[in-house]
Protein backbone atom coordinates (compact mmCIF):
# COMPACT_ATOMS: atom_id res chain seq x y z
CA UNK A 1 0.00 0.00 0.00
CA UNK A 2 0.46 3.83 -0.41
CA UNK A 3 0.01 5.67 2.64
CA UNK A 4 0.24 9.21 3.75
CA UNK A 5 0.36 9.25 7.68
CA UNK A 6 -0.46 12.32 9.40
CA UNK A 7 0.90 12.96 13.00
CA UNK A 8 1.13 16.52 14.25
CA UNK A 9 4.38 14.81 16.59
CA UNK A 10 6.80 13.42 14.74
CA UNK A 11 10.72 12.96 16.03
CA UNK A 12 12.55 14.10 17.11
CA UNK A 13 10.01 15.68 18.84
CA UNK A 14 9.51 13.82 21.95
CA UNK A 15 6.08 13.03 23.17
CA UNK A 16 4.28 9.26 23.46
CA UNK A 17 2.59 10.43 20.54
CA UNK A 18 5.74 10.80 18.30
CA UNK A 19 7.18 7.70 19.95
CA UNK A 20 3.80 5.62 19.07
CA UNK A 21 3.91 7.15 15.11
CA UNK A 22 7.34 6.77 14.16
CA UNK A 23 7.13 3.37 15.08
CA UNK A 24 3.77 2.26 13.67
CA UNK A 25 4.79 3.83 10.27
CA UNK A 26 8.74 2.73 10.59
CA UNK A 27 7.05 -1.23 10.82
CA UNK A 28 4.54 -0.15 7.96
CA UNK A 29 7.25 0.50 6.18
CA UNK A 30 8.88 -2.74 7.10
CA UNK A 31 5.79 -4.61 5.82
CA UNK A 32 6.82 -3.67 2.32
CA UNK A 33 4.60 -0.27 2.26
CA UNK A 34 5.28 3.48 0.63
CA UNK A 35 5.21 5.60 3.38
CA UNK A 36 4.92 9.02 3.56
CA UNK A 37 4.57 11.50 7.07
CA UNK A 38 3.34 14.85 6.98
CA UNK A 39 3.79 16.58 10.26
CA UNK A 40 4.61 20.09 12.12
CA UNK A 41 8.08 21.45 12.44
CA UNK A 42 9.49 23.26 15.23
CA UNK A 43 6.49 22.37 17.67
CA UNK A 44 6.81 23.03 21.57
CA UNK A 45 8.29 19.83 22.83
CA UNK A 46 11.44 19.08 23.29
CA UNK A 47 13.76 17.58 20.10
CA UNK A 48 15.62 14.59 21.86
CA UNK A 49 13.68 12.17 20.41
CA UNK A 50 16.18 9.83 18.68
CA UNK A 51 14.90 7.92 15.83
CA UNK A 52 16.70 5.98 12.64
CA UNK A 53 14.85 7.14 9.60
CA UNK A 54 13.78 3.64 7.49
CA UNK A 55 13.79 5.44 4.40
CA UNK A 56 10.82 6.94 5.23
CA UNK A 57 9.73 10.74 3.30
CA UNK A 58 8.98 13.45 5.90
CA UNK A 59 7.41 16.49 5.19
CA UNK A 60 7.30 19.63 7.39
CA UNK A 61 5.23 22.38 7.47
CA UNK A 62 4.71 25.25 9.37
CA UNK A 63 2.31 26.61 11.41
CA UNK A 64 0.63 29.38 13.08
CA UNK A 65 0.56 29.55 17.14
CA UNK A 66 -2.96 30.65 18.68
CA UNK A 67 -1.14 30.25 21.95
CA UNK A 68 0.91 33.58 21.59
CA UNK A 69 -0.93 35.59 24.30
CA UNK A 70 0.08 32.79 26.69
CA UNK A 71 3.24 32.71 25.31
CA UNK A 72 4.00 36.24 25.94
CA UNK A 73 2.47 35.48 29.83
CA UNK A 74 4.78 33.06 29.95
CA UNK A 75 8.08 34.97 28.88
CA UNK A 76 7.91 33.38 25.57
CA UNK A 77 8.45 29.91 23.59
CA UNK A 78 12.19 28.45 25.34
CA UNK A 79 10.29 29.07 28.74
CA UNK A 80 6.96 27.46 27.28
CA UNK A 81 9.33 24.36 25.92
CA UNK A 82 11.43 23.80 28.74
CA UNK A 83 8.33 24.03 31.82
CA UNK A 84 5.60 22.30 29.69
CA UNK A 85 2.97 24.75 31.14
CA UNK A 86 1.15 28.30 29.89
CA UNK A 87 0.69 29.63 32.97
CA UNK A 88 2.40 29.49 35.97
CA UNK A 89 0.96 28.34 39.57
CA UNK A 90 0.53 31.87 40.56
CA UNK A 91 -1.32 32.77 37.19
CA UNK A 92 -3.47 29.67 37.78
CA UNK A 93 -4.39 31.04 41.05
CA UNK A 94 -5.58 34.06 39.09
CA UNK A 95 -9.22 33.87 39.17
CA UNK A 96 -9.71 36.72 36.39
CA UNK A 97 -6.74 34.91 34.36
CA UNK A 98 -8.08 31.79 34.74
CA UNK A 99 -11.24 33.01 33.25
CA UNK A 100 -9.80 34.44 30.54
CA UNK A 101 -7.52 31.29 29.88
CA UNK A 102 -10.21 28.93 29.88
CA UNK A 103 -12.77 31.79 27.37
CA UNK A 104 -9.80 31.81 25.33
CA UNK A 105 -10.01 28.30 24.84
CA UNK A 106 -13.16 27.92 24.39
CA UNK A 107 -13.71 30.21 21.47
CA UNK A 108 -10.54 29.79 19.79
CA UNK A 109 -10.07 25.99 20.52
CA UNK A 110 -11.59 24.56 17.22
CA UNK A 111 -10.91 21.56 17.78
CA UNK A 112 -7.86 21.91 19.90
CA UNK A 113 -4.71 24.31 19.93
CA UNK A 114 -3.16 22.95 17.10
CA UNK A 115 -5.60 24.66 14.38
CA UNK A 116 -2.96 26.92 13.34
CA UNK A 117 -1.43 23.94 11.75
CA UNK A 118 -4.54 23.04 9.23
CA UNK A 119 -3.87 25.81 6.40
CA UNK A 120 -0.01 25.01 6.11
CA UNK A 121 -0.59 20.92 6.28
CA UNK A 122 -3.60 21.22 3.87
CA UNK A 123 -1.42 22.69 1.41
CA UNK A 124 1.28 20.83 1.41
CA UNK A 125 -0.63 17.24 1.35
CA UNK A 126 -1.94 19.06 -1.62
CA UNK A 127 1.19 19.10 -3.26
CA UNK A 128 1.86 15.71 -2.25
CA UNK A 129 -1.00 14.42 -3.19
CA UNK A 130 -1.00 16.28 -6.53
CA UNK A 131 2.53 13.92 -7.24
CA UNK A 132 1.74 10.39 -5.37
CA UNK A 133 -1.76 8.79 -5.23
CA UNK A 134 -1.89 7.14 -1.83
CA UNK A 135 -4.13 3.80 -1.26
CA UNK A 136 -5.36 5.73 2.28
CA UNK A 137 -4.61 8.57 4.63
CA UNK A 138 -4.09 7.50 7.95
CA UNK A 139 -4.55 10.57 10.72
CA UNK A 140 -3.36 10.67 14.49
CA UNK A 141 -5.33 11.91 16.67
CA UNK A 142 -5.03 14.03 19.36
CA UNK A 143 -4.86 16.45 18.11
CA UNK A 144 -8.03 16.21 16.06
CA UNK A 145 -6.63 18.80 13.98
CA UNK A 146 -5.36 15.81 11.81
CA UNK A 147 -8.69 14.62 11.22
CA UNK A 148 -9.76 17.43 9.77
CA UNK A 149 -6.69 18.02 7.36
CA UNK A 150 -7.41 14.37 6.41
CA UNK A 151 -10.91 14.75 5.77
CA UNK A 152 -10.36 17.52 3.79
CA UNK A 153 -7.74 15.97 1.75
CA UNK A 154 -9.78 13.22 1.25
CA UNK A 155 -12.90 14.78 -0.02
CA UNK A 156 -10.49 17.05 -2.48
CA UNK A 157 -9.03 13.80 -3.81
CA UNK A 158 -11.39 11.14 -3.36
CA UNK A 159 -8.70 8.66 -0.95
CA UNK A 160 -10.20 7.25 2.00
CA UNK A 161 -8.76 7.88 5.52
CA UNK A 162 -8.55 6.16 8.73
CA UNK A 163 -8.43 7.92 11.96
CA UNK A 164 -6.74 7.01 15.10
CA UNK A 165 -7.82 8.55 18.66
CA UNK A 166 -5.20 8.10 21.11
CA UNK A 167 -7.71 9.93 23.10
CA UNK A 168 -10.96 9.71 22.60
CA UNK A 169 -12.19 13.44 21.15
CA UNK A 170 -15.56 15.01 22.98
CA UNK A 171 -16.29 12.06 25.35
CA UNK A 172 -12.82 12.61 26.70
CA UNK A 173 -13.47 11.84 30.32
CA UNK A 174 -10.87 14.97 30.87
CA UNK A 175 -13.33 17.11 28.32
CA UNK A 176 -13.06 20.44 29.88
CA UNK A 177 -14.86 22.89 27.90
CA UNK A 178 -18.55 24.20 29.09
CA UNK A 179 -21.49 22.60 27.82
CA UNK A 180 -22.51 24.67 24.95
CA UNK A 181 -19.03 23.66 23.34
CA UNK A 182 -19.70 20.16 24.01
CA UNK A 183 -22.97 20.32 21.66
CA UNK A 184 -21.79 22.21 19.06
CA UNK A 185 -18.27 20.30 18.72
CA UNK A 186 -20.20 16.79 19.12
CA UNK A 187 -21.89 17.71 15.99
CA UNK A 188 -18.62 18.37 14.41
CA UNK A 189 -17.05 15.66 15.94
CA UNK A 190 -19.73 13.07 14.08
CA UNK A 191 -19.70 15.31 10.73
CA UNK A 192 -16.04 14.87 10.44
CA UNK A 193 -15.61 10.87 12.12
CA UNK A 194 -18.70 9.59 10.02
CA UNK A 195 -16.72 10.07 6.51
CA UNK A 196 -13.51 7.77 7.85
CA UNK A 197 -13.49 4.21 6.33
CA UNK A 198 -12.25 3.17 9.54
CA UNK A 199 -11.28 3.89 13.37
CA UNK A 200 -8.11 2.89 15.27
CA UNK A 201 -8.26 3.15 19.32
CA UNK A 202 -5.84 1.50 21.92
CA UNK A 203 -8.37 0.15 24.18
CA UNK A 204 -11.32 -2.39 24.16
CA UNK A 205 -13.31 -0.14 26.34
CA UNK A 206 -12.75 2.54 23.50
CA UNK A 207 -13.31 0.60 20.33
CA UNK A 208 -16.40 -0.77 21.75
CA UNK A 209 -17.88 2.81 22.59
CA UNK A 210 -16.40 3.89 18.87
CA UNK A 211 -18.33 0.92 17.66
CA UNK A 212 -21.31 1.99 18.87
CA UNK A 213 -21.23 5.66 18.86
CA UNK A 214 -20.17 5.22 14.76
CA UNK A 215 -20.77 1.55 13.51
CA UNK A 216 -17.54 1.88 11.92
CA UNK A 217 -14.54 -0.79 11.40
CA UNK A 218 -12.79 -0.29 14.23
CA UNK A 219 -9.65 -2.04 15.95
CA UNK A 220 -8.05 -1.77 19.13
CA UNK A 221 -4.10 -1.33 18.86
CA UNK A 222 -3.07 -0.34 21.94
CA UNK A 223 0.71 1.17 22.84
CA UNK A 224 3.47 -1.02 23.50
CA UNK A 225 7.10 -0.98 24.19
CA UNK A 226 9.87 -1.84 21.71
CA UNK A 227 12.27 -4.77 22.85
CA UNK A 228 14.64 -3.93 20.75
CA UNK A 229 15.57 -0.07 22.57
CA UNK A 230 15.33 -1.58 25.91
CA UNK A 231 18.38 -4.16 24.67
CA UNK A 232 20.12 -1.02 23.96
CA UNK A 233 19.01 0.58 27.46
CA UNK A 234 19.90 -2.09 29.44
CA UNK A 235 23.75 -2.02 27.69
CA UNK A 236 24.32 1.13 28.78
CA UNK A 237 25.05 2.01 32.07
CA UNK A 238 23.08 4.76 34.01
CA UNK A 239 24.67 6.66 36.64
CA UNK A 240 22.55 9.25 37.76
CA UNK A 241 20.43 6.33 39.79
CA UNK A 242 21.42 6.42 43.91
CA UNK A 243 23.53 3.74 44.82
CA UNK A 244 23.26 -0.16 44.63
CA UNK A 245 21.57 -0.75 48.68
CA UNK A 246 18.71 2.09 48.10
CA UNK A 247 15.33 0.75 46.99
CA UNK A 248 14.98 2.81 43.83
CA UNK A 249 11.07 3.73 43.70
CA UNK A 250 11.03 5.69 40.07
CA UNK A 251 8.75 7.73 38.59
CA UNK A 252 9.16 8.89 34.55
CA UNK A 253 6.86 11.77 33.05
CA UNK A 254 5.22 14.67 33.70
CA UNK A 255 2.54 14.85 36.70
CA UNK A 256 -0.58 15.94 35.95
CA UNK A 257 -1.65 18.02 38.95
CA UNK A 258 -5.10 17.09 40.92
CA UNK A 259 -5.51 14.15 38.92
CA UNK A 260 -2.54 12.03 39.82
CA UNK A 261 -2.34 11.68 43.25
CA UNK A 262 0.99 9.91 45.07
CA UNK A 263 -0.37 10.87 48.71
CA UNK A 264 -0.67 6.69 49.56
CA UNK A 265 3.37 6.51 48.47
CA UNK A 266 4.10 9.88 50.67
CA UNK A 267 1.89 8.52 53.58
CA UNK A 268 3.60 5.40 53.46
CA UNK A 269 7.23 7.12 53.44
CA UNK A 270 5.77 9.24 56.70
CA UNK A 271 4.73 6.11 58.18
CA UNK A 272 8.25 4.41 58.07
CA UNK A 273 11.32 6.52 59.40
CA UNK A 274 13.07 3.11 59.19
CA UNK A 275 13.27 3.43 55.46
CA UNK A 276 15.12 6.39 55.39
CA UNK A 277 18.53 5.59 53.89
CA UNK A 278 16.54 2.46 52.34
CA UNK A 279 14.43 3.70 49.70
CA UNK A 280 14.56 6.58 47.40
CA UNK A 281 11.50 7.96 45.29
CA UNK A 282 12.60 9.60 42.46
CA UNK A 283 10.68 12.21 39.76
CA UNK A 284 11.83 12.30 36.49
CA UNK A 285 9.92 14.94 34.54
CA UNK A 286 8.81 18.84 34.15
CA UNK A 287 7.75 20.69 37.25
CA UNK A 288 7.14 17.54 39.10
CA UNK A 289 8.72 19.25 42.56
CA UNK A 290 5.93 22.35 42.31
CA UNK A 291 2.82 20.03 42.00
CA UNK A 292 3.56 18.02 44.95
CA UNK A 293 5.25 20.14 47.27
CA UNK A 294 2.06 20.86 49.63
CA UNK A 295 1.75 16.56 49.61
CA UNK A 296 5.75 16.82 50.76
CA UNK A 297 4.62 19.32 53.63
CA UNK A 298 1.52 17.75 54.43
CA UNK A 299 3.47 14.51 55.40
CA UNK A 300 6.43 16.06 56.38
CA UNK A 301 8.81 14.64 54.28
CA UNK A 302 10.54 18.09 53.60
CA UNK A 303 13.16 17.65 55.83
CA UNK A 304 13.12 13.76 56.09
CA UNK A 305 16.87 13.83 53.50
CA UNK A 306 16.93 10.77 51.53
CA UNK A 307 13.38 9.83 50.86
CA UNK A 308 12.29 12.10 47.48
CA UNK A 309 13.83 14.04 44.94
CA UNK A 310 13.41 15.79 41.49
CA UNK A 311 15.35 15.48 38.40
CA UNK A 312 14.62 16.74 34.83
CA UNK A 313 12.98 15.21 32.24
CA UNK A 314 15.09 13.25 29.83
CA UNK A 315 15.19 12.25 25.88
CA UNK A 316 13.08 8.46 25.34
CA UNK A 317 16.40 6.50 25.54
CA UNK A 318 17.62 7.82 28.48
CA UNK A 319 13.87 6.76 30.61
CA UNK A 320 14.48 3.27 29.17
CA UNK A 321 17.86 3.57 30.77
CA UNK A 322 16.63 4.46 33.51
CA UNK A 323 13.50 2.66 33.89
CA UNK A 324 15.51 -0.96 33.37
CA UNK A 325 18.37 0.98 36.18
CA UNK A 326 15.25 1.06 38.60
CA UNK A 327 14.36 -1.69 41.37
CA UNK A 328 10.25 -0.24 41.61
CA UNK A 329 8.46 1.86 39.03
CA UNK A 330 5.83 4.39 40.01
CA UNK A 331 2.40 4.60 37.95
CA UNK A 332 -0.04 7.48 38.84
CA UNK A 333 -3.29 6.70 37.62
CA UNK A 334 -6.38 9.48 37.57
CA UNK A 335 -8.13 7.80 40.61
CA UNK A 336 -11.99 7.83 38.30
CA UNK A 337 -14.26 5.59 37.41
CA UNK A 338 -13.90 7.57 33.97
CA UNK A 339 -10.14 5.84 33.62
CA UNK A 340 -11.22 2.31 32.97
CA UNK A 341 -10.75 2.31 29.40
CA UNK A 342 -7.42 4.14 29.65
CA UNK A 343 -4.35 2.42 28.89
CA UNK A 344 -1.50 4.72 29.28
CA UNK A 345 1.99 4.17 27.01
CA UNK A 346 3.82 4.44 30.06
CA UNK A 347 2.38 1.24 31.61
CA UNK A 348 3.41 -0.61 28.32
CA UNK A 349 7.28 0.98 28.42
CA UNK A 350 6.70 -0.28 31.82
CA UNK A 351 5.98 -3.38 31.32
CA UNK A 352 9.12 -3.68 28.81
CA UNK A 353 11.42 -2.76 31.38
CA UNK A 354 10.53 -6.21 33.08
CA UNK A 355 10.89 -4.51 36.42
CA UNK A 356 7.72 -4.52 39.24
CA UNK A 357 5.15 -1.49 38.93
CA UNK A 358 3.56 0.01 42.05
CA UNK A 359 0.17 1.51 40.27
CA UNK A 360 -1.78 4.12 42.72
CA UNK A 361 -4.91 5.54 41.88
CA UNK A 362 -8.12 4.29 39.85
CA UNK A 363 -8.90 0.18 41.53
CA UNK A 364 -10.53 -1.13 38.32
CA UNK A 365 -10.26 -0.83 34.35
CA UNK A 366 -8.42 -2.18 31.94
CA UNK A 367 -4.91 -1.35 33.07
CA UNK A 368 -5.31 -2.85 36.64
CA UNK A 369 -6.76 -6.16 34.78
CA UNK A 370 -3.42 -5.77 32.66
CA UNK A 371 -0.87 -5.63 35.75
CA UNK A 372 -2.95 -8.14 37.47
CA UNK A 373 -3.20 -10.62 34.75
CA UNK A 374 0.31 -10.32 33.61
CA UNK A 375 1.99 -9.95 37.42
CA UNK A 376 3.31 -6.81 36.72
CA UNK A 377 3.39 -5.58 40.21
CA UNK A 378 0.44 -4.13 42.55
CA UNK A 379 -2.27 -1.60 42.93
CA UNK A 380 -3.48 0.07 45.71
CA UNK A 381 -4.22 3.36 47.03
CA UNK A 382 -3.77 2.21 50.79
CA UNK A 383 -0.90 3.35 52.93
CA UNK A 384 -0.57 0.35 54.82
CA UNK A 385 -1.08 -2.05 51.98
CA UNK A 386 1.77 -0.24 50.08
CA UNK A 387 4.03 0.18 53.19
CA UNK A 388 4.19 -4.29 53.59
CA UNK A 389 5.00 -4.82 49.67
CA UNK A 390 7.82 -2.19 49.77
CA UNK A 391 9.06 -3.57 53.05
CA UNK A 392 8.98 -6.76 50.99
CA UNK A 393 10.84 -5.45 48.12
CA UNK A 394 13.77 -3.85 50.55
CA UNK A 395 13.86 -6.59 51.85
CA UNK A 396 14.37 -8.50 47.97
CA UNK A 397 16.74 -5.64 47.63
CA UNK A 398 19.02 -6.22 50.60
CA UNK A 399 18.73 -10.16 49.82
CA UNK A 400 20.12 -9.38 45.81
CA UNK A 401 16.37 -11.32 45.29
CA UNK A 402 14.84 -8.47 43.34
CA UNK A 403 15.64 -10.13 40.07
CA UNK A 404 14.00 -9.25 36.72
CA UNK A 405 10.29 -10.53 36.01
CA UNK A 406 9.92 -12.79 33.02
CA UNK A 407 9.77 -11.44 29.11
CA UNK A 408 6.92 -14.30 28.24
CA UNK A 409 3.79 -12.32 29.98
CA UNK A 410 4.34 -9.03 27.92
CA UNK A 411 6.44 -10.65 24.80
CA UNK A 412 2.66 -10.37 23.10
CA UNK A 413 2.64 -6.24 24.43
CA UNK A 414 5.67 -4.92 21.81
CA UNK A 415 4.80 -2.17 19.52
CA UNK A 416 5.55 -4.69 16.71
CA UNK A 417 2.92 -7.04 17.34
CA UNK A 418 0.29 -4.45 17.61
CA UNK A 419 1.52 -2.52 13.72
CA UNK A 420 1.13 -6.43 12.61
CA UNK A 421 -2.45 -6.32 13.38
CA UNK A 422 -2.56 -2.67 12.30
CA UNK A 423 -1.11 -3.94 8.91
CA UNK A 424 -4.07 -6.45 8.49
CA UNK A 425 -6.77 -4.33 9.31
CA UNK A 426 -5.36 -1.73 6.74
CA UNK A 427 -5.24 -4.32 3.90
CA UNK A 428 -8.73 -5.29 4.69
CA UNK A 429 -10.35 -1.95 4.52
CA UNK A 430 -9.23 -1.36 1.00
CA UNK A 431 -9.53 -4.98 -0.69
Known amino acids: MKILFITYAYPPYNNIGAVRSSKLTEYLKSFGHDIKVLTADKILYKNNLAWENPGIEIYRTKWSNINKPFELIKGGKKNVVSSGSYLSDTQKKNRLIQFISKSYKALIYWPDEQIGWFRYAKKIGTEILNDWRPDLIYASAKPFTSFIIANSLSKKFGIPWVGELRDLWVDNHHYQFPRWRYTIENLIEKRIISNACGLVTVSNTWSKYLINKYNKSTVCIPNGFVAEDFEKARKLQVNNLEKNSIL ?44 IENLIKKYNLRDVEGFISFRSSVSYLESLQIQTSADVLLLLNWNDKKENGVLPGKLFEYAGSLRPILCIGYEKGEAVELIHDRDLGFVSNNADFIG ?32 KKLNQFLIGLIK
Request: net charge positive; hydrophobic share 30%.
Open 248 to 291: KIVYTGNIYEHNQDPSPLLFALQMNPDWKGKVKVIFYGQNNKHK
Open 388 to 419: KEISKLIEQKRNNTLNDRPFEPVADLTRKQGA
